[in-house]
């Protein structure tokens, strides 16, 4: 039997302006994990997710296709990687088998409401990594992070797919999304394998190094939010008229500097200025939603920075915001014992994660 395990993710700032090519984010890998297992079947196998249902759906193939005995089936992203996975292997002349394929989840709280740790991401991610160990692929992290981005496209096209970059590579990451177009124009031409073994135009994915007096926080409101939505809501918003073009194209501007200099922050140890650089990039995301009219940062979320911001941290809200969970950013002398009361009283929920590294860092 095959099992891997592949992290959540956070994003740390530049949300919104990463679903644009070149324009960059910090996202950092959780330890949260969803797990992917694999047995070897005969003439047909079995996908069974706990997120959805724990019963099996049964499947089989006709033609090399997978042929699903239910229409109506929940596991989209799982197909969309295993579709692209068995393409890859069967451009690579390797024979496809029969197995059964089960996912567990720990990204979801204990009543199955999201924490936003980009469960689709990493559920995508760790059957592709199953997969290319049941069929001996070899791949490695950046052709892992290739199948799974285009899985995403083929399922929902408005991500910037850093989530999967964390959960590919792991740690914390300054991830700039790929030309998405560019991409979809080569897939009418190229075979898989070809697309994949090209360089992606805009695409950077690099490993931070964090100060070692920086201590992440993380707090979940206890209300899940949806990112596609949220990201649609942006823009059609940001296209109604022209001068929200104008102050969109603004805020894409001063994101990249923000997120630039936190990078450089993290580069240079400094983490007076990475909490600089949080704070600026919540006002830039306050500054988004006056002009898109889209409500980022909830009460919940403000109250949440707000009281981290009153016990020395830099806080914000973490991804689409909506809900879900706000960041701090503190320094490792900074006492977090009455911030953790602050939020319990206000029914914010300490999540106790921590940053996750592959071993060696590899994937």
Known sequence: MIEVSVPGKLYIAGEYAVVE????????????????????????????SQQYSDLPIRWTRNKGELILDHRDNPFHYILAAIRLTEKYAQEK???????????????????????????????????????????????DQLTQFKIAALAHLDIQSNGSCGDIAASCFGGWIAFSTFDHEWVKQRRKTESLVS???????????????????????????????????????????????????????KFLQESKSCVEELIDGFLTNDVSKIKEMIR??????????????????TPALKQLCD?????????????????????VIADQKTGILPLMS??????????????????????
């Not at 994915?205 to 409101?221: A, D, F, Y």
């Not at 206890?222 to 649609?232: F, H, I, K, W, Y």
Request: hydrophobic share 35%.
């Open 21 to 48: 090519p070149g324009y960059p984010a910090v996202v950092v890998a959780v330890d949260q994990f969803i797990s992917v297992t694999i047995k070897k079947a005969t003439k047909n196998g079995s996908i069974q």
């Open 93 to 139: 002349g390797i024979d496809l088998g029969f197995y059964d394929l089960k996912v567990t989840s720990e990204l979801d709280s204990s009543s199955g409401r999201k924490y936003g740790l980009g469960s689709s991401g990493a559920v995508t991610v760790a059957t592709i990594k199953a997969l290319n160990l049941f069929y001996n692929l070899k791949l």
């Open 195 to 249: 697309l994949i073994e090209m360089n992606w135009p805009k695409l950077s994915i690099r490993p931070l190094t964090v100060p070692k007096n920086l201590r992440l926080l993380i707090g979940w409101t206890g209300s899940p939010a949806s990112t596609s939505d949220l990201v649609d809501q942006v823009n059609e918003s940001k296209e109604d008229k022209k001068e929200n073009q104008v102050s969109y194209q």
């Open 280 to 297: 600026k990039n919540r006002q830039l995301l306050h500054h988004l939603s006056k002009i898109t009219h889209v409500q980022i940062e």
């Open 307 to 327: 009281l981290a911001e009153a016990c020395g941290g830099a806080a914000k809200s973490s991804g689409a915001g909506g809900g879900d969970c706000g960041i």
């Open 342 to 363: 602050r939020w319990e009283e206000k029914e914010i929920i300490p999540l106790p994660l921590h940053v996750y590294h592959y071993r060696g860092g590899k994937g």
